[in-house]
């Protein structure tokens, strides 16, 4: 009886889940339809955001806030990825258990930390700090890259962490007898093995990169402009979504359903690309 | 038995719950004129019990929500033309005036001791300026050491009534100015916020960076303003009194719905950044309409102190009794 209640109601989650996916999908397809037939996919390459004075129409195009999505996530990928590596590996294997015990603690209380209060210390603590290294404004493409990779490290960490954890020890002492060193056994044994969990924790930190709102707000500068230098403001899809969603109409309302859309539909395609390319082989 | 019981307390404690927000009168608008909104009910509500709850998000989203009747009353610092105000079916008139200020943060200089000509202003603001120490700032303010650096414009992110009445004094300076809530600035750099605090704490955060706010979020977070060119050539300090001398112009008529955008006033002594803030209601709320313009007479009579203090000049009588007559004639007094 238990057992029957239990797997209709797992069946019923999961299938809910993928109605959702599609429901919400409609949803941004059918809202999108005016700037769609307005626009098409010139919407892609246009670089103004103005709407009419009597806010029935206007211009509106999407090139920069996607290459603002793109560039803040990469730079805090590739901040993010070797250094949440290095966390777990070592916390695992190199650590000793009196420094793991409250480092992975640290860890796991970081990844807590609402986004808003990142955006907040971004602001007024690490954006001076930016302006006078590396110049520019403080608000910028690379501060907001960097604060969204101090974000995403904690929780990728963590999950690497376990992940590795799970490693048999008997496959790793098998390789320790036969001569090889922590690095080899790390790279070919404790990786290969953990590869499922590793490359999870990045699709959903990649995920949460993507549509990081509050912080990138603060932090992005929320401003129409192409990038030139790295410091530059820019704008992303989420910061223009939250600073306009509120005073859009028609027209202007559309072109931000369209602009969910194209980033619904990147990060389905990245995250389903990663799956099923690092996860497709099975394993020898 | 206890289930029922449980079951009719929890509707019974709902529906109380309901009953009693259901009173509170709800506004959304301009974030221009905030600080005083929030002192004046809160003042009523301790003057009267009534509570009323108005949260600034934007003259854009105020219009945008009493439009669609989310809210019983908006604020919005850009006045709506009759032809709007009739197809929306609102009614309109102005609160209070407030004012702009020009607010920087430059290493060494203090507030009031930066001078900003209107060319100065319009060159900064639409690129032709770049750097702190081009000629046509400095030629001004010879006793300043402005550094060769870079010029960071902080303006709004958002579609705001306070960057209407900013734009409506830049294109007084310069025709070829478009007047909006959110235009494309043409400035070498620029950085964006959300609402009047946001811009603030870019100002703030930002080295060589100015920016447009209202007068009491530079009062409230103490920073420095600049003395801006009136019409008459004069440099004028933002002070309460300046913005008095400058308001002193204004004329509103009931005929219009008292439309009018008030800035760059004549006068010697005019501070030339000012701006009234008005008041939206639906024509067909009769009743709700009563208990906004009962709040609002209570503002106009005894909410005059609060708005000196946070910097606002109230409205001179005679707009006042003309708004009174408006409210009398639309019978929602």
């Known amino acids: 009886m238990g057992g029957k209640l239990f797997r209709n109601f797992s069946f019923f989650s999961a299938t809910l889940s993928f109605f959702l996916l599609i429901g919400i999908f409609a949803i941004l397809f059918t809202y999108a339809q005016e700037a769609l037939a307005e626009f098409g996919f010139d919407f892609l390459l246009t670089e103004t955001w103005e709407a009419d004075e009597d806010d029935e129409g206007g211009v509106f195009g999407g090139y920069i806030p996607i290459i603002g999505t793109l560039l803040s996530t990469l730079i805090a990928m590739s901040i993010a990825v070797p250094l949440a590596m290095g966390i777990a590996i070592f916390l695992t294997e190199v650590a000793s258990e009196n420094i793991a015990k409250p480092v992975s603690i640290a860890i796991e209380l970081l990844a807590a930390i609402p986004s808003i209060i990142y955006g907040m210390w971004g602001l007024f603590y690490f954006a001076p700090i930016v302006q006078s290294t590396v110049g520019g404004n403080g608000v910028g493409l690379l501060t907001a890259g960097i604060v969204l990779a101090i974000m995403i490290i904690p929780f990728m960490a963590a999950i690497t962490r376990d992940a590795m954890n799970t490693t048999p020890h008997v496959l790793k002492e098998s390789a320790y007898a036969m001569g090889a060193t922590k690095f080899e056994v790390i790279k070919d044994v404790i990786m290969p093995y953990s590869k499922g969990g590793i490359i999870g924790s990045i699709i959903l930190a990649l995920g949460r990169a993507l549509g990081e709102t509050m912080a990138v707000a603060f932090l992005i500068g929320s401003v129409m402009s192409t990038v030139k230098n790295v410091t530059d403001p820019t704008t992303s899809i989420p910061v223009l979504l939250a600073n306009n969603f509120a005073e859009a109409q028609d027209l202007e309302m559309s072109s931000m359903y369209y602009l969910a859309l194209i980033l619904f539909v990147v990060s389905f395609v990245i995250i389903s690309t990663a799956k099923f390319y690092f996860l497709g082989r099975k394993p020898k | ?333």
């Open chain 2, 1 to 333: 038995m206890t289930f029922k019981t449980l079951l009719a307390t929890a509707v019974l404690a709902s529906a109380s719950l309901t009953a009693i927000h259901a009173d509170e009168l709800k506004g959304r608008g301009a974030s221009f004129p905030g600080p005083l909104y929030k002192a004046w009910t809160s003042e009523y509500f301790a003057a009267t019990g009534k509570k009323i709850n108005y949260t600034p998000t934007g003259s854009g989203d105020g219009v945008k929500s009493i439009k669609k009747r989310m809210v019983d009353f908006a604020g919005s610092d850009k006045p709506l033309k009759a032809k709007k105000l009739k197809k929306s079916k609102l009614y309109m008139f102005p609160s209070v005036v407030g004012s702009i200020v020009l607010s920087y943060n430059i290493d060494g200089v203090k507030d009031g001791e930066l001078k900003l000509s209107r060319a100065a202003i319009d060159a900064i603001f639409s690129g032709k300026a770049t750097h702190w120490d081009d000629k046509i700032i400095t030629k001004d303010n010879a006793g300043l050491n402005l550094p060769h650096e870079p010029i960071t414009t902080c303006v709004r992110a958002d579609k705001s009534g306070t960057t209407f009445n900013f734009t409506y004094f830049l294109n007084k300076i310069n025709p070829e100015v478009k007047i909006s809530k959110k235009p494309t600035w043409k400035a070498a750099k620029v950085v964006a916020g959300k609402s009047n605090s946001g811009v603030s704490a870019n100002i703030q955060q930002i080295k060589n960076s100015i920016g447009y706010i209202e007068y009491s979020f530079k009062i409230k977070l103490g920073l420095p303003a600049a003395q801006i060119e009136n019409k008459e050539g004069k440099f004028i300090n933002p002070t309460v009194q300046s913005f008095q001398d400058g308001a002193k112009y204004a004329t509103w008529t009931a005929d219009n719905d008292f439309y009018a955008v008030i800035g760059d006033p004549e006068g010697a002594t005019s501070y030339p950044i000012v701006a009234a803030t008005f008041i939206l209601l639906p024509t067909e709320k009769t009743d709700k309409n009563k208990e906004v313009t009962a709040f609002m007479q209570w503002a106009f009579t005894k909410g005059d102190k609060a708005a000196s203090e946070l910097g606002y000049v109230p409205l001179p009588t005679s707009t006042k009794d003309e708004i009174r007559k408006y409210w009398e004639a639309k019978k929602i007094k």
